[in-house]
Each structure stands twice: as C-alpha cells, then as structure tokens.
C-alpha cells in the first residue's frame, strides 16, 4: 500500500479521518542500530507549533519510529513537525487527545510494534524518563509503566493543579479501587499485549481516567515510575484547569453510565 496515499483508519466509536502524510526515510544502518526501533512513540498534537519540534527532535535521536497524530490544529503544527516525525497522521476535524492516541496506537500496532508509547507534544515530558520506562516493560518487569510526577521532587507542581491531581487519585481509588499516586499523567509505555487489549473509546481528554478502569480491570501487571514534568509559563497557560476538571468528570461519568 503507497504509505502516500490518504486512507482510514477506523475504532469502535466509527470513522476516524486521517491522512497519512510522507513518512520520512530511514536513518542510515548505523543510526538505527543506536535507536530503540521496536517501541513507537505516539505524540498527540493539537496547537503546540511552538514548542513541537524542539520535542520531536529530542524523541528522534533517542527512538527510531516516533508517530505524530495532528488532531486538526489551527496554528502551523503540522509544518513544524513535518521534518522531524517519522509518520504524521491528520485528522480532518479535531477529535480530543484520547481520539489521537488512539489512531496513533492502531496505526504502530499495525506495522509489528513491541511497544508503545504516549508521550504529550507540549514540552513538559522528558526523553531520559521514557528511556528507563521502556527498559522497564522491555525487561518484562511490568505489562504497563506509568509516570509518576510526584515521586519527582523536582517536577514542583503548582498548588493548584496538584490538588486537582490528587482529588482524580482519591476518585479513582474509590471507583475503579486501583492504587496509583498519579492517574492523569500523560507518560505512559505499553507491552504491544496491553495496548491491544486496552483500546481507548474517550475521545477527549476523559480518555484518561478511562484508561485507569482499563487498566484497573485487565490483570496487567503495572508499575509506576518516577518522571519530572516540567511546569513552565508555556505549560502552565496550556495546563488544565478547574472547569476542565469538571468536565472531564461529566464526559466519564456519561461514559461509564453508557458503557
């Protein structure tokens, strides 16, 4: 199939759009054999022009296949990631986070990954921690590795968005009865056996509290790593924030009802 050529891609909540845009060529012999090619890095863009090479490049010298979901951005991301993803998927209209991972996850799963990996286009992640997340799940140590933020002293979180992280802990102690310090960071790695098995139907950004029942009722076995997030003026404009919060509660709470 011309890997050129736009096609779909479709989940069980229907048709997702996207176009597959030039893939870019391989890195020389050598280059790959310094790379990890066997875990696929999904990036999930939506509005980070400014910041989504810088992150891009970063994954690249680090993990050969790095795929990039634009999910319908308004500003110049495409342009900017263009050079530096190895795939660059489209979607036509703007479907949420959640949808991205998704597409981003089917679409590796399809080429033979061994593992996959989320990892946020915003700049607040860091490569080395996805490095000893990967070792961990590649090693056979655990089906899933989490980041943990707060096991990181330096990843200061604001006193605000830490409330609000902790009170998602609390909740989902109490509904899904899973014990995670950190149940809405975005740094995630899966065996290629725990993302079949873990398909995301949560478009939007509810997609991560619906990953934790996921994982809370698989029997995978799970282990959470400690990762600094960086919370810079960058970050923290794009951040999350109350009336988010709320509705990310609200589109679960309708999933979880509906399911």
Known sequence: ?????????????????????????????????????ETWVVVPLYNEAAVIARVLKGLRRRFANVVV???????????????????????LVNRGQGAALQTGTAFALARGARRIAHFDADGQHD???????????????????????????????????????????????????????????????????????????????????????LIARSGLRVEEIPVHIRYDEYSREKGQRWTGGFRILFHYLVGRILD
């Not at 530096?84 to 998927?89: D, K, M």
């Not at 961990?136 to 830490?162: E, Q």
């Open 1 to 37: 199939m011309d890997p050129n050529r736009p096609r779909r891609l479709s989940g069980n909540r229907g048709y997702r759009p996207i176009v597959a845009v030039n893939p870019q060529q391989p890195p020389c012999p050598r280059e790959t054999e310094l790379r990890d090619s």
């Open 69 to 91: 979901v634009d999910d319908g951005s308004a500003d110049d991301s495409v342009e900017a990631a263009r050079p530096h993803a190895t795939w660059l998927l489209r979607h």
């Open 127 to 213: 490569v080395r921690d996805l490095e000893r997340m990967v070792e961990r799940v590649a090693d056979g140590a655990c089906d899933i590795a989490l980041g943990n933020r707060f096991a990181d002293r330096g990843s200061n979180v604001p006193a605000g968005r830490r409330l609000l992280l902790k009170s998602a802990v609390l909740f989902h102690r109490v509904c899904s009865g899973i014990e995670l310090s950190d149940v809405h960071n975005g740094l995630r790695v899966f065996s290629r056996e725990a993302a079949e098995r873990l398909e995301i139907t949560a478009d939007r950004m509810a997609h991560a509290s619906e990953l934790i029942d």
